[in-house]
């Protein structure tokens, strides 16, 4: 059974920095791709980053310069740390198996990050 334990969000300041985690099992983790997603408040879940099995990541393009993502393939944990937060990064964070682009399993609970002063 594929789970995905998100955990790291919290209250922060504009300006802050956050480092997620998301412990994930049931699938072999080393021969997947990782994605991170996030839902702000009233809209759809959206695709963060991405970071491929040889640890490369991929940021989406509104968010290069602030967020980096990167893996632990002994601990099966994907990690995103956010810096320069701002309001409008406010939402849940999952991560998810990615594949063909989408994402490819059941969704964990998520972690809440609000970036508020």
């Known amino acids: 059974q594929v789970q995905f334990r998100e955990s790291g969000g919290a209250l922060v300041q504009p300006g802050g920095s956050l480092r997620l985690s998301c412990a994930a099992s049931?699938?072999?983790?080393?021969?997947?791709?990782m994605g991170w997603y996030r839902q702000r408040p009233g809209e759809q879940r959206e695709l963060v980053a991405t970071?491929?099995?040889?640890?490369?990541?991929v940021n989406v393009d509104s968010l290069k310069g602030r967020f980096t993502t990167s893996r632990d393939n002994v601990k099966n944990t994907v990690y995103l740390q956010m810096n320069s937060l701002k309001p409008e990064d406010t939402a849940v964070y999952y991560c998810?198996?990615?594949?063909?682009?989408?994402?490819?399993?059941?969704w964990g609970q998520g972690t809440q990050v609000i970036v508020s002063s």
């Open positions: 998810n198996v990615v594949r063909d682009g989408s994402p490819a399993a059941s």
């Open positions: 049931g699938f072999i983790f080393s021969f997947a791709t």
């Open positions: 970071v491929h099995r040889n640890g490369r990541g």
